[in-house]
C-alpha cells in the first residue's frame, strides 16, 4: 500500500486527520447545570494542551484522475500546544504561529504548510499501463504557509466552529516547480461529550508547471503511452466536499480513544479534467473514504 497524496484541505484537513479536528476549542461542549442552564462541561479543560494521534486505512485513486483505487495507510496527528494548533494529515503539514484567544470566539490563523506531493512519484502502484508508461513525475516538496479566520459559536450552539482560510504552496524539489492556490471552509460541531461531526469544501487553483507536469502528456510520452499528446494550462484545478466524524470510544472527546472518519467528494476541472491522463485513463470524479482510530492525551 502506498500514501497517495492529493492534498484535500485541513483534510486539511487526509485520511485520519479528517475526524481528528476535534480540538479543544471545537470539542467544548455544554452540559445543564442545576438550574437547566447551559455551561461548558466541567471535565473538560478546553484551554490545556492536547494532542491526538491516529492510524487507520484510506480508500483512494491510484494517482490524482485515476479510475482505479487502492487502500493506503492513513497516519494523522493533531494538537494544540503553548496555544499554538498543528496538523500532521497524511503527507500535510502545518503549524498555527498566532496562540489561540477564544474570548471573542474569533481566531486568527497564519502559518507555515508543507506538503510531501508523492503523486506518480512512482509508477508502482498504478493499474493502468498508459499512465505507468508516462514515466515518473518525481517527489515535489511543496513548501508555503496559509492564513484565515475561525470563529466559535455560529449555528448549533456556542460551541460550534466555522473557519475559513487561503493557503499557497511551491515545489521546491523541481518535480513539478509548480504552485498551487487553496481556499477552504470548514465547518465542526460537537453533538455530546462523545461524538462530533463537521463538513469542508475546498478547491485548488494550480499554475502550468503543476499542469504540464501531471496532466501533460509530451510527444514522446505519447508514443510510449498512446494517449495523446497534450499541452494544458494553468487554473482551477478541482473542487472537494466532505463530511467526517469522530465517537469517543473511552473517555470523551478530549481523552481517550476514539473512532475518526471521513469521506470525500471531488472533480476535477477544465484543461486537467480534459487531460487524456483524466478523460480517456482515468475519471474526472474522485472519492475519498477513511477509517481509523485515534487517541487523544
Not at 483512494?60 to 496527528?77: I, K, M, Q, R, V
Not at 504561529?97 to 508523492?118: K, S, Y
Not at 524539489?173 to 471552509?185: E, K, M, V, Y
Request: aromatic share 10%.
Amino acid at each position: 500500500m502506498e500514501l497517495y497524496p492529493v492534498c484535500r484541505t485541513f483534510l486539511a484537513p487526509l485520511a485520519v486527520s479528517l475526524a481528528l479536528i476535534a480540538t479543544p476549542a471545537a470539542a467544548q461542549v455544554a452540559t445543564p447545570d442545576a438550574g437547566g442552564t447551559q455551561k461548558p462541561a466541567a471535565d473538560l479543560d478546553v484551554n490545556r494542551d492536547s494532542i491526538t494521534i491516529g492510524l487507520g486505512a484510506a480508500y483512494l485513486p491510484d494517482y490524482e484522475g485515476s479510475n482505479d483505487y487502492s487502500f493506503s495507510p492513513a497516519p494523522g496527528a493533531i494538537g494544540t500546544v503553548k496555544g499554538h494548533d498543528f496538523v500532521l494529515a497524511g503527507n500535510r503539514v502545518s503549524f498555527d504561529l498566532i496562540p489561540n484567544r477564544t474570548d471573542n470566539g474569533i481566531e486568527l490563523q497564519a502559518g507555515p504548510i508543507a506538503v510531501l506531493n508523492l503523486n506518480r512519484a512512482t509508477t508502482k502502484g498504478i493499474d493502468d499501463p498508459r499512465i505507468r508508461a508516462l514515466g515518473k513525475v518525481g517527489t515535489a516538496v511543496e513548501l508555503g504557509g496559509y492564513v484565515g479566520v475561525g470563529k466559535t459559536g455560529i449555528v448549533t450552539s456556542p460551541y460550534d466552529r466555522l473557519s475559513v482560510s487561503l493557503s499557497y504552496r511551491h515545489d521546491v524539489a523541481g518535480a513539478s516547480d509548480g504552485g498551487i492556490w487553496q481556499p477552504s471552509i470548514n465547518y465542526f460541531t460537537p453533538l455530546s461529550l462523545k461524538a462530533a461531526v463537521g463538513l469542508f469544501a475546498t478547491a485548488e487553483h494550480a499554475d502550468g508547471n503543476y499542469a504540464r507536469s501531471y496532466f501533460g502528456i509530451t510527444p514522446a510520452q505519447s508514443v510510449a503511452s498512446g494517449l495523446a499528446a497534450y499541452n494544458p494550462r494553468g487554473g482551477w484545478k478541482d473542487w472537494n466536499v466532505g463530511a467526517l466524524g469522530t465517537y469517543a470510544l473511552t473517555g470523551n472527546l478530549l481523552h481517550g480513544f476514539k473512532l475518526v472518519g471521513g469521506v470525500t467528494y471531488g472533480r476535477l476541472l477544465n484543461d486537467f479534467g480534459d487531460s487524456p491522463v483524466v478523460s480517456v485513463a482515468g475519471s474526472r470524479t474522485q472519492w475519498l473514504g477513511a477509517l481509523g482510530v485515534a487517541y487523544t492525551f
